[in-house]
């Protein structure tokens, strides 16, 4: 069964480094997203993703922080800086775009600021 | 305010003893109410998309229902399996947008 891809799968850093996440979409899916979850809270939404451009964003979405699918199979989120209040789980997510509006999720990756 | 509030937080069951999560929502434009499921250190697993009011999905030993106003979970005579966080997710009208999460209903099934 196709599934969403992450690596790493535990990434750290020091504040003030720049780090890069990457996800493999389901293949042939065309809706992209990142969302996040800080320890013991709510999953959140930062951005989604689609032909190439950035469809919508949150407040927590702000200019440290950018996406990119660099080819066909690639997704990408760069924090650039990174804060100590970035460490949390990152996941990604894909949507077929066909109609059915279900997103289905990668594994996370745990980024730990230190 | 587009809000979702899941309860009870936390639930602990016997093996067997069927139960019910409740998602409750305050949202405009409404494309869809998800149930996740997340096991600790992982991302969510999809369990059931519901569209309209009425409308059930089952899988198992999860049956998902649909009303104007809030969502149940309804488990069938458990297994510690079945132990995990539960997520009540929404999507919105244009399709292919954002999802906003609940805090999720953490489950736990003692044998």
């Known amino acids: 069964e196709p599934e969403v891809t992450q690596t790493p799968s535990h990434q750290v850093t020091q504040m003030g480094q720049e780090v890069i996440l990457r996800c493999v979409p389901i293949s042939n899916h065309l809706y992209f997203y990142w969302y996040r979850q800080i320890l013991g809270q709510k999953v959140e939404f930062l951005v989604s993703?689609?032909?190439?451009?950035?469809?919508?964003k949150s407040e927590i979405f702000d200019d440290q922080f950018s996406v990119e699918r660099p080819d066909g199979s690639n997704f990408t989120l760069k924090i650039r800086s990174t804060k100590l209040e970035d460490s949390a789980m990152y996941f990604c997510?894909?949507?077929?775009?066909?109609?059915?509006?279900?997103?289905?999720f990668g594994p996370g990756t745990r980024l730990t600021v230190l | 305010e587009d809000q979702v509030t899941q309860s009870p937080e936390a639930l602990r069951l016997q093996e067997g003893e069927s139960s019910s999560l409740n998602c409750s929502y305050t949202?405009?434009?409404?494309?869809?109410l998800f149930w996740y499921r997340q096991d600790p250190g992982k991302g969510p697993e999809f369990l059931f998309t519901l569209y309209s009011a009425g409308e059930e999905k089952e899988k198992e030993r999860l049956k998902a229902t649909l009303t104007k106003k809030e969502s149940f979970l309804h488990i069938t005579a458990p297994k510690p399996e079945d132990s995990a966080t539960y997520l009540c997710a929404l999507g919105f009208s244009g399709g292919y947008n954002k999802l906003i999460f609940g805090a999720g209903t953490r489950l736990a099934v003692h044998p």
């Open positions: 993703f689609y032909n190439n451009e950035i469809s919508e």
């Open positions: 997510a894909s949507n077929s775009g066909t109609g059915v509006d279900t997103q289905y």
């Open positions: 949202v405009s434009g409404l494309r869809g």
